[in-house]
């Protein structure tokens, strides 16, 4: 008597059937903003403990509970990642949640996830898009440090001779010839020249130039010309920049 009843404590429990609901085309917002994936699933759930008191909308929790993790998962991938977000949740789905404070096992499988055509287009030109702003805007930011470090070193006569010197070690015994020129051009680049009789602040400051970059070879001469010209463009100095790239074959600005 007392050994049928310790079997009777200890047998196996036996769970009733599991149901099955059909989940289609459910749209989930995924990370790339405005585009959804598409979820499909068969959703299964079956009461966890015999005799619990059943609810109303079984199928209602099972459902909510299986897009509840497939949602969180596929809120956190961009739409171009398809395959992953399936087996992430192919892998994810596939264990059983206990829901109803363990009454109900809720798990799913054949799990597909969809996007379109179109919207898979959309989100990679917005992708690239996206890496060519950033591009842009990282070539952008790179001119202004450039163009403030040679405006700084422009800043006086003698810090730009200081300059001068420090990029050409091999030459300080010119550096005395260099001192007018530069003083033209850091008078020109922050708005101090003066106008000598027949000649135009405009032309002082091209034959200064022209005296500055005579050591440098075609190539740096096409490159200081350039950092210098950008340094004229942010002062207002639209036209001579022109000049000044022309003059030393610099490339256009960025745009």
């Known amino acids: 008597m007392l050994r049928d009843l310790i079997e ?16 289609h085309d459910v749209a989930l917002p995924s990370a790339s903003a405005g585009f959804n994936f598409r979820f499909s699933c068969r959703v299964f ?17 099972a459902r909510h509970s299986v897009l509840q993790r497939a949602s969180d998962v596929a809120a956190n991938a ?32 054949g799990v597909a996830v969809a996007v379109t055509d179109a919207d898979l287009q959309a989100v990679r030109r917005k992708l690239d898009l996206d890496r060519e702003l950033l591009d842009w805007r990282h070539k952008k930011e790179v001119e202004r440090q450039e163009r403030d470090f040679v405006a700084e070193m422009l800043r006086d006569p003698q810090q730009a001779l200081a300059w001068w010197v420090s ?3 091999q030459q300080v ?25 027949g000649v ?21 001469r096409a490159l200081l010309g350039n950092e210098l010209a950008k340094t004229l463009d942010a002062f207002g100095q639209t036209s001579l920049a022109d000049r000044l790239r022309e003059r030393f074959d610099a490339p256009d600005p960025v745009t």
């Open 45 to 61: 759930s079956q009461q966890n403990r015999r005799g619990a008191e059943p609810h109303p909308s079984v199928y209602d929790v």
């Open 173 to 197: 015994a010119q550096a005395v010839d260099m001192i007018e020129p530069l003083t033209r051009l850091s008078d020109t680049v922050h708005g101090r020249a003066k106008p000598q009789a």
């Open 78 to 109: 961009e739409l171009t990642h398809r395959d992953d977000v399936q087996n992430h949740l192919a892998a994810v789905l596939g264990g059983y949640q206990l829901e109803l404070n363990g009454q109900l096992r809720v798990w799913a499988d």
């Open 167 to 169: 990029h050409n070690k």
């Open 8 to 23: 009777a404590l200890f047998a196996p429990r036996e769970l009733p059937p599991p149901m099955v609901i059909q989940v």
């Open 200 to 220: 135009s602040p405009e032309e002082q400051f091209l034959a200064a130039a022209d005296v500055l970059f005579a050591p440098l070879d075609e190539w740096s």
